[in-house]
């Protein structure tokens, strides 16, 4: 059984349109991040939700919304691709956050977006 | 924020050959990872160590939290070993913020 899994693998779109990538962990873990690989391979966190709450949100655009419908779920949105959005975006997940002890991070297979 | 830089940026070695990779940091830590991502884009989860040493394979790891740096040694190379290893860190007290260096681009020639 995959832990963390991601749909799709492959996205390729218009510029303009709206897309939503989902994420699934079925690990047990309270918290689910989003990442993004540019070009050059650079990885950096988007957003980061524990038990369906929004805790880090780095300065990306609004329109990308994510949506945690359950804590094994988050979900990215994004409205109005543009060029630049073309990256690789990674769902991961964690047992808890906040706690001070840290802990290892799961990576889901990753999103490939391109626009066009 | 927490600065995280690896070398070597890119290293080619002969199937068989050993090597080291060095990640420095710039703050204390509380969660220190090595990943893989291999050809196919595949992050893999090496090592989770903010501190000592593991081991696991042909792989080990060593974490000196005092002096802010981390080493994975990857031993009798293998071509499935190429790809980026990436080294990432989470400050104490800090936000959960997972921060990634820039990568060690590795190619083991057959």
């Known amino acids: 059984d995959t832990a963390v899994s991601q749909t799709p693998k492959y996205l390729v779109t218009q510029m303009g349109n709206d897309k939503s990538i989902k994420c699934e962990q079925n690990l047990g873990h309270d918290t689910m991040y989003w990442y993004k690989q540019d070009s050059k391979k650079f990885l950096k966190i988007m957003f980061s939700?524990?038990?369906?709450?929004?805790?880090i949100n780095e300065t990306v655009p609004n329109r990308f919304s994510p949506k945690s419908p359950d804590k094994a779920h988050l979900n990215l949105h994004i409205n109005s691709l543009e060029l630049g959005d073309s990256a690789v975006y990674f769902c991961?997940?964690?047992?808890?956050?906040?706690?001070?002890?840290?802990?290892?991070?799961?990576f889901g297979p990753g999103t490939r977006l391109l626009v066009l | 924020g927490i600065q995280v830089e690896q070398s070597p940026p890119d290293l080619i070695l002969q199937e068989g050959a050993n090597s080291t990779l060095r990640c420095n940091f710039s703050d204390s830590v509380n969660n220190l990872q090595w990943f893989h991502q291999n050809p196919w884009g595949q992050l893999i989860n090496l090592f989770y160590?903010?501190?000592g040493t593991k081991q696991n394979g042909r792989l080990s790891a060593t974490t000196v939290a005092t002096e802010r740096y981390s080493l994975l040694y990857i031993s009798s190379s293998q071509t499935t070993d190429s790809g980026v290893y990436f080294c990432a860190a989470i400050t104490q007290g800090g936000s959960e913020k997972l921060v990634f260096g820039k990568g060690t681009k590795l190619t083991v020639n057959p």
């Open positions: 939700y524990n038990n369906k709450e929004l805790i």
């Open positions: 991961a997940s964690s047992p808890k956050i906040g706690q001070g002890a840290g802990e290892t991070q799961y």
């Open positions: 160590i903010p501190s």
